[in-house]
């Protein structure tokens, strides 16, 4: 099924992948977590993006989680598959699996290990490549404190003429940048923020959206700040925004995917622990976390789902 | 005279500093130029800023430009003084000097030859050391551009717990960082964004106005982007904001001073040279410069003023 | 069969991976280069490494590559396996199968796509996971320029703290840690120059060799600075040290593989395409190319084997 | 007097600027640190660099440091002027009132406060109006930890065309740049290394000196390494390197000019406060710095002269 474009914009959260004490792949907390996931009016998943620990997975997991996430996510929403790959015909084929698979969009971190020779030139052949052969539209994934590489405006409009390449998740958190892109290639290009730390300055620079792990325990507040903002609540929207940067600076650049699955357990989700080299967090940073996600205003979901 | 700092919002030029062929301060230039500045509704002027070239300037020469600004700045607007030296004792002094001609404020860069030395502890001394002697409020003015120090949230609290430092003119483009600052000192201390490229993020997060090379050039432009804002118009406030990103490139960080002084020429100000080692630009930037700034839509004010 | 450390010293080439016009690893073609190099008293060589585009290939394809190598290099030199991949559990598995093919040590790279998370800590589990788990040596493999990440001397010296980890390959250039790294952890732990153009600097203060691209289609003469040092002739080591670096550069900062195997092509060895997202040289740089090795002096091997 | 640049090479320490209590230049103890180094082979001094505190210095203080120097120093040695100011014509003026003072030589720092802007050109532009105006030779002064501008070989290559200007300070720690250098401008362009860390390897590929912090407090040292890497002693030079590192590294990168005030006053020189915004060691510094110096092998030298 082939979406309307127009439609991708709202709050994503990049789901976390569960492991089991052993540290396979914990099918059902996944479930556990969509049951609750799926009662926000959340736009969609990215699943298998920074936070699902997708680099960390072998190629038969990454399929396994496709799989069971597209069987979670309701048909109504995006199911966007993070499918970058060091080499691009690894990218290529994981982008077909995941559209098999019915993933709606595929998320395509630029390849990062030979960073030097990333010119504009070798990735526009990159993106070209993934996007001629893909059968679901593309999204670029600036991600500079993974990859180091920032993207430029220039790179990205370069790689935004292939037809198939229809937006961005950038979550390096330049402003000017967003503002420049949406600027010079329209709003038909779909920026979304890469981060909830700086949502509302995208969404005032032309944003359409976030893909925010800070969804993943905050729907709410998330779906909120996008709400306020929609709505000319300027006001309300700079306050909740300002009260979850903390929030989502433990989560996300201070301490990452275990951040992220320790604030699950905290708050009632199914974290659980992070694959090695991931280190999980010792129990005072958990409990420097649990104040931090306190003075956020973040609490449980009431609803034993989870 | 003390103002109120409830006052202190809005949108104020960083104002560059003009020459003469032989290279001296051009003090009838500057007049000319504040003719026309006057006429906008702008909050007040920054002098000897970076764009004032006030560290290439001479101890003398920076009084001279002082009194003379304070000559054609209306006592209804804010006057405030680049004042940062390299040394602590050179600071305090040329702040007292500035207080005496008659600045309302300090804009106190931080020192940033001995960088790698320049901890907390460092930072917070000197500027308690400006604060204790200034007899004007002193804000602290975050430019890694140019200091290769980008002050973090902590250490701009930990400055700020100093009464007499009053807010930040922030350059770094970093609007998470400037919610975190609103989100943990409050409003009442001062956050100006930088740059014009990311005026309205900055504001949307609770930045009360910019000082903005651009708008030395696009007065009109930038205190339109801030009345949208602040009269809830987000569309016509992001269209704008837009807009002036690739001019506001062109006179920052594209060609900096050279590029401010060159607009100024095109659209009728008084610019002229810079001051070496900084380099005018060549014929073929200007007219390229040219095409930016009437695609960015600016065009020559009217009067004869200029 | 369990080599003795104190001979790990020397020169080697960390090979480049030859395909064919389909892409595909072209064994015969490894034959051939092997055929020539193993006429020069190379130490030993580096299979999988960066200019071995290991993380361009899929898991078959890097043990059909060890497999190969494993042939062709004498049971009389060293052969070290790349290993590092994204996570500690595929690390492991790759470092066992290369240990079982016959590799004598593995060389592994720090984990990096959670650069971020890449504690001290977290990387001393991961070297130990690793170290725990194979039966053959390991070396660090520092590469900054691959993996953002740049092993500090603590960090080195932590992970070496563990029996199994026994030197490193260090391509970062900073021979002041080097030689604080030789000073504080002996010369039993064995450090090697990661490029040829700071070969002999890094001898200077205690390297015992260096993993070098350039030693690829200079072996003669990557040997005889060696020599020269290890002869204490200063001046010709210095001579030809710096008649090799902007040969050394142009096949590693700035043109990367692709650069060493045009040179390769154009020095009668087996070089052929890169892999994508890598980009071939362009006619005009391969021209480039071959005045810069004409001017470093490098000529065809004479004999037919290439 | 003009001197033979051929003898322009060895070691030559960038002298502290001692303080009184008031924090005013100490005229006297830098007579006594001078009575002590002159016992040493010293090549010569460089006055008012980044160790004398030259930037925090007021435009008389200069002068004087400059003139007191010039009395300490014999004759027979070279006193070379740190004159880098931030506009052209103060570093003009500067290097010519240096020249008037007898300075042999100028050391003259990249101007940096407009990093962004100092392309090739003007860097070329700056140094060529130095360069005219000089009466005394300049050598380029390259501190990337300072100024933030690491100058690469081509721009160094392109200031160095101009006849006045015959060699560099490099403290960038990038000995392959420094390789390319005296590779493609030959030796007659005299290269220092700009700190101990990396003297020998400097040395290795052609530097003819270092302008080094840690000649100040180990004179003896840095000569001996020199001595014995020109006399061909390499694993005598390679063993004292390794064993000046972890020193040299307390009294730049770590502590800066405070570390090396405090190491001079715990060996007997005049070391004394640094000026704000530098802060001066806490007393559990100056003990951990002690345990490095005794560490390194440093003791007070025996004569009380200082």
Same mark, same amino acid.
């Given at each position: 099924m082939s979406r309307n474009l127009e439609d991708l914009k709202g709050i994503l959260p990049p789901i976390p992948t569960p492991f089991d004490r052993r540290g396979s792949f914990a099918r059902d907390r996944l479930r556990d977590n969509f049951r609750v996931w799926n009662?926000? =009016?959340? =736009?969609g998943f990215v699943v298998l993006g920074s936070n699902g620990e997708g680099v960390l997975l072998s190629s038969e997991e990454r399929l396994d989680v496709l799989r069971a996430a597209r069987e979670d996510i309701p048909e109504t929403r995006w199911m966007i598959a993070g499918t970058g790959c060091p080499s691009t015909r690894e990218t290529v084929e994981l982008t077909r699996h995941a559209a098999r698979i019915g993933a709606d969009a595929a998320l395509v971190l630029p390849p990062s290990y030979y960073r030097g020779r990333m010119t504009r030139e070798a990735l526009v052949r990159h993106y070209a490549a993934v996007g001629d052969a893909s059968e679901i539209p593309v999204l670029i994934y600036n991600m500079p404190a993974c990859t180091g590489i920032d993207l430029d405006a220039g790179t990205i409009a370069a790689v935004a003429a292939?037809?198939?390449v229809v937006g961005i998740k950038d979550s390096g958190g330049d402003v000017v940048k967003m503002g420049a892109i949406v600027g010079s290639l329209g709003s038909e290009f779909r920026v979304f923020?890469?981060?909830?730390?700086?949502l509302l300055p995208a969404l005032a620079v032309g944003a359409v959206g976030g893909v925010l792990a800070l969804a993943n325990i905050a729907p709410a507040e998330c779906l909120a700040i996008y709400d306020h903002f929609v709505n000319g609540r300027a006001v309300e929207a700079a306050e909740l925004q300002r009260r979850m940067i903390p929030v989502n600076t433990a989560v996300t650049s201070r301490w990452g995917v275990a951040g992220l699955k320790a604030a699950m357990d905290i708050l009632g989700w199914e974290g659980g622990p992070v694959r090695a080299p991931l280190v999980d967090l010792t129990p005072p940073e958990v409990e420097e976390l649990a104040s931090i996600l306190e003075l956020g205003g973040l609490e449980k979901e009431e609803e034993g789902g989870r």
């Open positions: 009662r926000h =009016a959340l =736009a292939h037809p198939n923020a890469g981060s909830a730390g700086f």
